[in-house]
């Protein structure tokens, strides 16, 4: 009976079943036995003796001490940190001279106004499209980043990231790097500490505070609002404003940091529906570390000529991450693709003479390449990144174009709706409209206005005549609303015909034009 069991487990067998079981073999794992537990039985919902269940709903945040640390793309963060923030906070003083009757600060939001000012560029309401264009070309942006390199603009260019990086190393100026943070903070309170708490708290604030006050910058004259907030004259929306956002980069940058990329942010999720298999990531190159162990350990199996990794367990790239991400646990959530932990690993291999880039951007399909021993291809140029770059390049240009073509004066035209038209004593037929003229330039203009498509029409604007055309005077960056009656004496005009406002620049022969029609009662 013996033989025959031993037989019959030697004999092949067939099925998924089986194969698994060779391959927890060939891995050297032994199968242990199962225990038949059976089902409990179950629960009666009228029963007030439920079991608790004592599961968090949520993680309980672990602090990130990061650790400071040096290399190419630490100073690659420094340069985009002194960049992006030089930029928000001077860019509100900068000035531009447009001429009389016109702000001269280069980057406003003129919302009493309702225009928007960038350098030689003015937007009005109704231009509002090119708003929608750069919502577009900053998409496709952000997807060719990610496209390219993953989530390069969560690890350089984000706020969020931006302010964290700020603060943490203020943090460090005042309690120490990582191993003194850690030892104050698992010490008991004394004044040093106490000290050194306040320092840090108040340059947050320092820094909170200049920030909020830099947005509100962008929304009035820097240097007069400037003055009115020295002196307590300023409008109380802006020390609201400037109090929230305060708030706001104070408790972000300051307490939950990490915890915004993780929760708060959709960003990473979205990233991960787009990525492909081309893109670079932040990678530990497991066909280089595995199997890992110490230096010493290390250099004893490679000396028996049994494998041996190089990474050697000394967590200097999970020390200085931001988030406190393990990189060689593979892709995960909370890695914003800093690349510190590459500049931490290659200070270790430098260390310890072994090749840099254990840890560098790279992809799965060229570590599965290097290990079947072929050649390395980064495919940059694809089908999406070349179809982000082509709608960058094309409303990019639609906008370059209708900014270089556009008018300085426009016409709108707005017909009555109630009466459509109106029969006068003598037969005549009337229809009123709305007219809207603008002018975008910084000086007064005067216009005339005309009529086409209309035989034996009477215009009527209650404004000067000149030459049997009508002058309409319009003040500098604004717009003005006249009332214009179109009368027809044809006796059987047709329910609708087409005509056109035309707007003449007297000064300059500029034109503008705007279509509407001519109402009649059917059948004349």
């Not at 790279?362 to 495919?379: A, C, N, V, Y």
Request: proline content about 6%.
């Amino acid at each position: 009976m013996a033989g025959q069991a031993t037989k019959a487990a030697e004999a092949p067998c067939e099925g998924a079943d089986c194969k698994l079981f060779e391959l927890a073999r060939s891995a050297e794992v032994k199968p242990a036995g199962v225990k038949v537990i059976s089902d409990p039985p179950p629960l009666d919902p009228a029963a007030d003796d439920w079991p608790e269940d004592d599961t968090p709903l949520y993680e309980a945040r672990r602090k990130v001490y990061p650790q400071r640390v040096h290399g190419l793309y630490r100073r690659i963060k420094w340069a985009v940190l002194c960049v992006t923030l030089g930029i928000y906070y001077v860019t509100p003083f900068l000035r531009w001279d447009r001429g009389p009757n016109a702000p001269d600060q280069a980057v406003l939001l003129d919302l009493p106004n309702r225009r928007f000012y960038f350098f030689f560029i003015e937007i009005w309401p109704q231009e509002v499209y090119y708003l929608t264009g750069l919502l577009i070309i900053a998409a496709m942006a952000l997807f060719l980043m990610n496209a390219l390199a993953g989530r390069i603009w969560c690890g350089y260019l984000c706020p969020q990231t931006v302010w964290t990086d700020l603060f943490q190393t203020i943090e460090r100026w005042c309690e120490g790097d990582r191993r003194e943070h850690l030892l104050r903070d698992r010490g008991g309170w004394t004044m040093e500490r106490a000290a050194r708490l306040a320092s840090k708290h108040f340059l947050w604030l320092m820094v909170a505070w200049w920030t909020g006050g830099a947005w509100v910058l962008y929304f009035a004259d820097a240097p007069t609002l400037v003055r009115d907030l020295a002196t307590l004259n300023a409008p109380f929306v802006a020390y609201l404003w400037i109090g929230i956002l305060t708030l706001t980069t104070y408790t972000l940058a300051g307490f939950m940091r990490e915890q915004v990329c993780l929760y708060m942010c959709p960003w990473p999720r979205i990233q991960a529906a787009l990525t492909d298999e081309y893109a670079l990531n932040v990678t530990y190159r497991h066909d280089r570390g595995e199997p890992r162990g110490s230096v010493k350990k290390s250099t004893a199996l490679r000396a028996q000529g049994l494998p041996s990794g190089d990474c050697i367990e000394c967590l200097q790239c999970v020390h200085v991450c931001p988030t406190g991400v393990d990189i060689r646990d593979g892709p995960n959530l909370g890695c914003i693709q800093c690349g510190l932990c590459i500049d931490a690993c290659d200070a270790v291999m430098a260390k310890i003479g072994r090749p840099a880039r254990l840890i560098a951007y790279d992809t799965d399909l060229s570590i599965m390449d290097r290990q079947e021993g072929k050649p390395t291809i980064h495919r940059f140029v694809r089908m999406r990144t070349a179809l982000y770059v082509a709608i960058i390049a094309v409303v990019g240009g639609l906008m370059t174009f209708t900014l270089a073509t556009r008018d300085a004066q426009s016409v709108s035209v707005i017909h009555d709706r109630n009466p459509i038209f109106v029969r006068l004593s003598d037969g005549a037929l009337r229809n009123g409209y709305t007219v809207r003229i603008a002018n975008k330039r910084p000086e007064r203009r005067e216009f005339t206005l005309s009529l086409s498509g209309l035989a034996g029409s009477l215009v009527d604007v209650v404004q000067t005549r000149d030459d049997g055309r009508f002058v309409v005077e319009v003040g500098p960056d604004q717009t003005r609303e006249i009332r214009v009656l179109v009368t027809d004496y044809v006796d059987f005009p047709p329910a609708s015909t087409p005509i056109t406002f035309h707007l003449y620049d007297t000064a300059t022969g500029e034109r503008a034009s705007a279509s509407d029609y001519f109402r009649a009662p059917a059948g004349g």
